[in-house]
Structure formats: structure tokens, C-alpha cells
């Protein structure tokens, strides 16, 4: 993974909430078939994407997806609700072997869970990550206690140790919270529709 350091430098640096444990419990999770199939990339946190992007793929508990210039790279989804809100818990899967990385993947590759907040129609579908600098304020203040762990080298990073019942209780407070899942590092993915007379991607 040191190859990897300096592309992933900024998605390393704090920028995500980062769990050892998983964010749902068993009871939570919930099978979304209808996220089944290809998405093209829109926007890549908070970027326009590239137009020459290969389609993301959704197949069950599996995200397969694509930066600029980067191999694919397979990501392990389960999505969950708590109260009438849809979330998405994801790890590293399968880094592959290329010199580079893929930022969706970036965001997962100390081993542990992320979370997203998820809003999806037909046609649409849009990945709102929980605020990192929202949620240390939050602590600060005393709004949240969720136990974690930190390195001395690595000032600006929490690797959170919150059980997913934690998670959940909070998640049942501040899930609907447009500053907890703000827009700003948004991925919005839209419907791949095939040309007329084209079979669909395969890669």
C-alpha cells in the first residue's frame, strides 16, 4: 500500500469518518435490488467526474467503481435504515494491482467501515459521507459520545470504536441532519442507459 501513499494523501488525512466497527446492526439491514445494475459517475466528492468513466456497477453487496485514470476497484456495500432513512456501510474489497487508486476506494483502504447517507430515485442515486469536521465539533461540544482511538503522528485522524448500536443511536439523532451529510463531498451517480441496439458494459 506505501506505492499508494501520495495519491491517497488527502482522503487519509481525516476527511471521512472511519470505523472499526460496522455502522447497522443485523436488524437494520435492509436488500435494495432496485440499486442493482450501472450508474455513471455524475460527481466524485463534490467534483465533476470524467466523461470517459466505464459505468459503476451494483450487484447485491458489491460496488464496483471507477476514478480518472484508475483500475476498478470492488467495494463491499451493506445498506441499512434507521427510522425512514437509508445509509450505506462500506469496505476495501479487492484493491487490484495497479499503481494507482481509485478515490472511492481510497476512502476505505485502512481496513475499516464508512459510512454514507443514501437518496435515490429510478434514475438517480447520490452517496452524502458523514462530516468529519461536523462530527468533531459535535464531540467537543459534548452532543455526542462515541469513543475513539488516535495516533500521535497523526493529528487530524479518529479511528472510531463506537459499537453499531452506538452508530445507530446516533445515526436516530442526527441522521436527518443536513449538516452531519452535507453536500459538499457528494458522489451522484445517475442511471447507465445503454445505447439503442448496444448490449450493457462488462468489465
Known sequence: ??????VLLVFLSGCLVQSFHPFYTDKSKVALPGLNGEWDAVTIWGDKAATNLPPWRISGNELVAYDSATPSSK????FFKVGERLFCDSAADDVGDGPKLPSYLAQHLRGVHVITKIETN??????????????TVCLGE????????TRAEEKNWMLFTATPADWENFLTTYGSDAKAFPINHLYLLKRHVSAPGKEPSSH
Open 1 to 6: 500500500m506505501k506505492r499508494a501513499l501520495p
Open 122 to 135: 429510478e434514475d438517480t442515486l447520490a452517496f452524502l459521507p458523514l462530516d468529519y469536521d461536523w462530527l
Open 142 to 149: 459534548g452532543k455526542a459520545l462515541l469513543p475513539y482511538l
Open 75 to 78: 467495494i463491499r456495500v451493506t
